[in-house]
C-alpha cells in the first residue's frame, strides 16, 4: 500500500521520469499489477513530446496491463488507452510498415474486444474506443454494431447519433424515411440555449444581402472548398457581403483558407468559441443567409443551426441529405437527385436550382485528350478513386462479377487517405479477383493524382453512397462514369452528374443492368472511343463545370428567398 500511494504522489507531482525509473527497477514483475502497468504506460507519454518510441512503449505497457486482469476497472482504463495510443501511432508516420504494425495492434484491439464483448457492451468509453478501431479498418459494418450498442443502452448524445446517420450512409439497408427519423431524433438532443443568453436576431433590412458560410473544411483543398470556390468566384459585390466562420483551429489555416478569405467581405474562426458566443457573433454581423457546408458531417456546429443564428439557413454542398434539423430552412438540389413525389422525406423545404445542384469552377492543370488505354494495353481498365468507406461489400462484389465478365480486365485504385491496401484488396479477395486489382497508393501531389485518370478506360461509381469530386475530375478528364440509380440525393449525384452530360446510357437501373452496361460498353471498342472524345468535348460547356451560369443561378435563388 506504502508503494502505492508514493506512486500516486509522484504522479501527483509530476515526476514521470522518477516513476519509470521505480516501476522499472525497484518493483518485481509479479507485482507489477495493471494499476501500476497503466501509470507506467502514462508517464512515458507525459514525461516528453510523443514520438514513435515512448508511444511503442507506452502501447507495450497497456497491452500487459489489460492482459494482467480480467473485468477490473483497470484493465478497462488499460484496453482504452491501449487502443487509443495503437490510433496514435498509426496516425503517427505514413509509411506502409508503420501502418501495418498498426493493424495488427487494431486486430489484437478487436480479439480483445470479441472476446469480452457481453462484458464491455455497456461500458461508453470502450465501445467508442472500439468504433475509431473499426473505421480505421474501414469495417463500417462493426461500426454500426457498436454505435447501435451505445444507442440501446440510451446513449442519445449528438455525436453518437451523428456518426450512426453519417455511417448509414454507405449501406443501402437504411430507406430515406431512416435519415429523417434520426435526423429529428439528433435535433431533440441538440442544446437549445437560453434567449436571455443570446442577442436578438437582427429585424432591420441591410443595404446588401449579408450571406455567411459556416464549414470546418476550408483548408487542404478539402473537395468542398473547390465547390465553394466557384460561388465565390462569381458573385456581384454590390449586392452580397459575405461572410466565412471557420471551425477549424488555427494551425489548421493553410494557403487553401487564405485564398478563400480573399474572396470574401469578412471571415472569423470560431473553433475556440462556445455556441453561444458564436450565436452571439453571427448575430452580431447581421447575416440574413447562412448556409452550412456541412449537415452531419466533420466537426459540424449543427447546435446553431438548432438555435438560429439567421433568419433563413440553408443545407448546400457537403452533405446530400436531410439534416432532420427544423430550422434547417432549405436544401439546395436540383430536380435529378430530390424527385417531387419525395419531399416529405426531407425536413428542408428544396431549393431546385435548373440543372445540377452543384458546379466545379475546374482544374488549375493543363487539359489534353488521351486516348482511351486499351489501344495500347489491349486490356479494359476500370478505376475509382473513392474513398474506400464508399467500397463496401455489396460494391466489391458488383465489381468483381464485371472483372470476371470481361477477361483481361483490371480494376485500378487508389484511397483518398493513407491507408494499407491489405484493408481494401482483402475484400477482392475473397471473390478470387485479386490479381485482377491494381492497387495505386495515396498520392498527395494533386498533378500526380489527375495523370491516374489518363490509365482509365471506364470509372466505376461507388453505391448508395456516389462519389461526386472524384466524378467530377474522371469528367475533367474525358473518362467515362458508369453508375447506378439511387433512393435519395446521396445516392444520386452520379445520376445527376451524367444526365447533365446527356450520358444517360452510363446511368443503370439496378445492379445487374450495371455490370450489363459495364460489359456492353467494355467490349465495344468503337463506342467506348467514341464517349470518350464526346465526354472530353463538352465538359467545360456542360452545367458540371459552367461556374458562372451556376453562380448566377445559385445567388438568383438566395435573392428570391430574401425578397419572399
Known amino acids: 500500500m506504502e508503494k502505492v500511494i508514493n506512486l500516486k504522489i509522484l504522479f501527483e507531482k509530476k515526476k514521470y521520469s522518477e516513476l519509470i525509473f521505480i516501476i522499472e527497477n525497484k518493483i518485481p514483475n509479479n507485482q507489477k499489477n495493471s494499476g501500476i502497468l497503466n501509470v507506467l504506460g502514462a508517464c512515458r ?15 507495450n505497457d497497456f497491452r500487459e496491463a489489460y492482459l494482467k486482469e480480467d473485468k477490473t ?20 508516420e505514413n509509411s506502409s510498415e508503420n501502418h501495418n504494425k498498426s493493424l495488427k495492434n487494431f486486430k489484437e484491439a478487436t480479439q480483445f474486444f470479441k472476446k469480452n464483448k457481453d462484458y464491455f457492451s455497456k461500458d461508453k468509453s470502450i465501445i467508442l474506443a472500439i468504433t475509431r478501431v473499426y473505421k480505421r479498418l474501414v469495417n463500417l459494418k462493426e461500426v454500426n454494431v457498436c454505435l447501435e450498442l451505445l444507442l440501446k443502452y440510451n446513449n442519445f448524445t449528438p455525436f453518437i447519433i451523428n456518426n ?6 454507405f449501406f443501402k439497408n437504411w430507406r430515406q424515411a431512416d435519415f429523417l427519423k434520426y435526423g429529428k431524433l439528433l435535433e431533440e438532443h441538440l442544446p437549445e440555449y437560453s434567449k436571455e443568453k443570446i442577442i436578438p436576431l437582427n429585424k432591420n433590412k441591410n443595404k446588401k444581402i449579408k450571406l455567411a458560410f459556416l464549414s470546418s473544411d476550408l483548408f487542404k483543398s478539402h473537395p468542398v472548398t473547390y465547390f465553394l470556390k466557384t460561388i465565390l468566384s462569381n458573385y ?6 459575405i461572410f466565412l466562420y471557420h471551425n477549424i483551429k488555427k494551425k489548421d489555416a493553410d494557403n487553401t483558407t487564405e485564398i478563400l ?23 452580431s454581423d447581421k447575416i440574413d443567409i447562412i448556409i452550412d457546408l456541412m449537415g452531419v458531417t466533420s466537426k459540424n456546429r449543427l447546435s446553431l443551426i438548432k438555435n ?33 413525389e419525395e419531399l416529405n422525406d426531407y425536413s428542408e423545404k428544396i431549393i431546385y436550382l435548373p440543372k445540377i445542384w452543384n458546379a466545379h469552377p475546374g482544374l488549375n492543370i493543363e487539359r489534353n485528350f488521351t486516348d482511351a488505354p486499351f489501344l495500347n494495353n489491349k486490356f479494359i481498365t476500370f478505376g475509382s478513386f473513392n474513398s474506400f468507406r464508399k467500397i463496401n461489400e455489396t460494391v466489391v462484389n458488383t465489381w468483381s462479377k464485371i472483372l470476371k465478365k470481361i477477361p483481361n480486365s483490371k480494376l485500378l485504385l487508389k484511397s483518398s487517405s493513407v491507408l494499407s ?6 475484400k477482392f479477395k475473397k471473390n478470387d479477383v485479386l490479381k485482377s486489382v491494381v492497387f495505386n497508393p495515396f498520392i498527395s501531389d494533386f498533378n500526380s493524382h489527375m495523370d491516374l485518370y489518363s490509365k482509365i478506360d471506364i470509372a466505376l461509381d461507388t453505391f448508395p453512397y456516389n462519389g461526386v469530386t472524384t466524378s467530377f475530375e474522371a469528367t475533367w478528364m474525358g473518362v467515362p462514369l458508369l453508375t447506378i440509380k439511387g433512393y435519395n440525393f446521396n445516392s444520386r449525384c452520379g445520376e445527376s452528374i451524367n444526365k447533365n452530360l446527356d450520358m444517360y446510357d ?6 445487374k443492368d450495371y455490370i450489363d452496361k459495364a460489359f456492353k460498353i467494355a467490349t465495344d471498342n468503337e463506342k467506348l472511343v467514341k464517349i470518350r472524345k464526346e465526354i472530353f468535348s463538352k465538359a467545360l460547356t456542360s452545367p458540371l463545370f459552367d461556374s458562372l451560369n451556376f453562380s448566377n443561378e445559385f445567388f438568383k435563388s438566395l435573392k428570391k428567398l430574401k425578397s419572399s
Open 421 to 426: 491496401n491489405n484493408l481494401i484488396l482483402e
Open 73 to 92: 476497472n483497470h484493465s478497462k482504463e488499460a484496453f482504452v488507452n491501449f487502443i487509443n495510443i495503437s490510433i496514435k501511432l498509426f496516425e503517427y
Open 261 to 283: 478569405n480573399k474572396l470574401v467581405f469578412k471571415n472569423c474562426e470560431i473553433f475556440d468559441l462556445s455556441d453561444i458566443e458564436v450565436i452571439n457573433l453571427i448575430r
Open 308 to 340: 438560429r443564428v439567421a433568419p433563413i439557413q440553408i443545407l448546400w454542398c457537403g452533405y446530400c441529405n436531410t439534416t432532420g434539423i427544423k430550422n434547417m430552412d432549405y436544401i439546395i438540389a436540383d430536380h435529378n437527385v430530390i424527385f417531387n
Open 164 to 169: 450512426y446517420i453519417y455511417n448509414n450512409c
Open 236 to 241: 456581384n459585390s454590390q449586392e452580397f457581403e
Open 506 to 511: 452510363l446511368i443503370s437501373e439496378n445492379e
Open 45 to 59: 507519454l507525459l514525461k516528453e513530446k510523443a514520438n514513435k518510441k515512448n508511444l511503442s512503449l507506452a502501447l
